[in-house]
């Protein structure tokens, strides 16, 4: 059996736990897996020993094997159990493999930073509405599980203060708030942020309301990068909950469907439909939109379009940027070659602080919804940018998959800079080991 360790209220561990659930939806997963708190005792005394790092999710295999980070968590999955995959053909599904990598990333790494801030704005003190309480409670019950229902929440309350300075998140930024910082949404820069998450709720509440998944009526590796945003913080947190259930119900009801858990009237892919022939008796069709398959030849669905143009106009300028600067700064002699970069996402990487913040060597500025900003480069960006050259390879290899990728990118602004990733790349290819990721020798 597999081990999963999540927590609940976290981002990545909800978009591994639903794949996880799809797999054994299917019988895809062997003997299945146990979905286990990582409590501190776990994280100190297991998770830290084991792999590195304490970072959540990790899976610990049956053979022993630890993998963590979400993406190769998928991949490891994946190549062990084919069976009902989730990355789309890159022989006879080109554009729909290339679509579902480009859509995790947009989920994993830029949906981050507004589902971030949602759950810290709507912490702070004096913020109206406030879920606060709701947020004190789910960390809480990874602090103190197990523990009376207040002593839980003042486990919650006292890790926000000593860890993240919420009293003073504004004029002191610390953990969390810091982070937001680094990653380009401060005070002036926050409204864009939601600015442009709003815009991708609206194009996804026009394509779920017609494909029940991203492409199609089964769910994809990209279905499962949105739902890392969606699921945590969007949906479970009470006071984007309240929004995304107000505003964009129709995406409400796929991120049940995605998750896979108390989806009855949302419906699974494995589930029937059932209505009364002549007779009375109970006839069965397919639960989801288009069969239940991902749409035939190849097609993108229309209503993704839009969805796509804001990973090319707002996201792939900042990663680009960002390979520069990385570059860069891996060429300077503040680099060794072969040592280590910054490893996380959500914050500056202990250790390099002077390089990620401020005017650092490792901040650029950037622009959304018309204004400016400078933020931190995330290295791990730049090894989810190689695994999509790994998958752009795979899906251009024959002379047909590159002309029908590259009709379909040309269609995007900058779409077919995408084809040209193997060049941007040449300066700021990393390694990772575990969770620790280095520049190449
Ligand atoms: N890129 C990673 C991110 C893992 C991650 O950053 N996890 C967060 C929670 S969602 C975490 O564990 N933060 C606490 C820590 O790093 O100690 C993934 O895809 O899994």
Redesign the pocket.
């Known amino acids: 059996m597999y081990r999963l360790f999540s927590?609940e209220h976290?981002?990545?561990?909800g978009k591994?736990r639903a794949y996880l659930r799809f797999k054994q939806r299917h019988g895809a997963l062997g003997d299945g897996y146990e979905d286990i708190l990582a409590s501190p005792d776990l994280i100190q005394g297991l998770l830290i020993p084991r792999s590195g790092?304490?970072?959540?999710?990790q899976i610990e295999a049956p053979d022993g094997t630890w993998v963590?980070?979400?993406?190769d968590i998928i991949d490891f999955v994946e190549a062990r159990h084919p069976e009902a995959p989730v990355v789309p053909d890159p022989v006879t599904r080109p554009r729909q493999c290339v679509a579902a990598y480009l859509l995790e990333l947009l989920g994993?790494e830029w949906m981050v930073v507004p589902g971030f801030w949602e759950r810290w704005y709507f912490s702070e003190d004096g913020r109206a509405p406030s879920h606060r309480g709701f947020n004190e409670q789910q960390w809480g019950a990874v602090l103190a599980p197990g523990a009376p229902g207040d002593a839980r929440r003042a486990a919650g309350a006292g890790f926000f203060e000593a860890a993240f300075g919420i009293s003073t998140s504004r004029s002191e930024p610390r953990g969390v708030y810091a982070g937001l910082v680094h990653l380009g949404c401060d005070g002036e820069m926050e409204d864009a942020w939601q600015a442009s998450q709003h815009r991708l709720l609206q194009h996804l509440e026009a394509h779920f309301s017609q494909h029940d998944f991203v492409l199609g009526g089964t769910p994809s590796l990209a279905d499962y990068g949105l739902l890392a945003s969606l699921y945590a913080h969007l949906y479970r947190d009470a006071v984007a909950g309240f929004a995304l259930r107000t505003h964009f119900p129709i995406v409400c009801e796929w991120v049940e469907r995605t998750n896979g858990e108390g989806a009855l009237n949302a419906r699974l892919e494995t589930q029937k439909l059932y209505s009364l022939d002549a007779d009375g008796e109970l006839v069965a069709r397919v639960a989801t939109s288009d069969d239940g398959a991902w749409l035939e030849d190849d097609a993108i669905p229309e209503t993704l379009a839009p969805v796509l143009e804001v990973f090319f106009e707002e996201m792939w300028p900042v990663l680009s940027d960002a390979c520069d600067v990385l570059s860069a700064f891996i060429a300077s002699d503040t680099h060794e070659a072969g040592g280590e970069l910054p490893g996380?996402?959500?914050t500056a990487t202990p250790g390099f602080e002077q390089h990620q913040t401020g005017q650092g060597a490792l901040t650029h500025s950037f622009e959304l919804g018309g204004k400016t900003g400078r933020r931190m480069v995330v290295p791990?960006q730049m090894w989810m940018l190689q695994r999509f050259e790994s998958a752009m390879g795979r899906a251009t290899a024959t002379a047909e998959g590159e002309k029908a990728v590259r009709s379909w990118l040309s269609g995007f602004a900058r779409g077919e800079e995408l084809l040209e990733l193997s060049s941007r790349l040449e300066g700021c290819r990393v390694r990772k080991e575990g969770a620790l990721l280095y520049s190449c020798d």
């Not at 790092?53 to 999710?57: E, H, L, Q, T």
């Not at 963590?68 to 993406?71: E, N, P, T, W």
């Open positions: 927590w976290s981002y990545f561990s591994v790092s304490g970072a959540v999710p963590q980070d979400s993406s994993d996380k996402t959500f791990y």
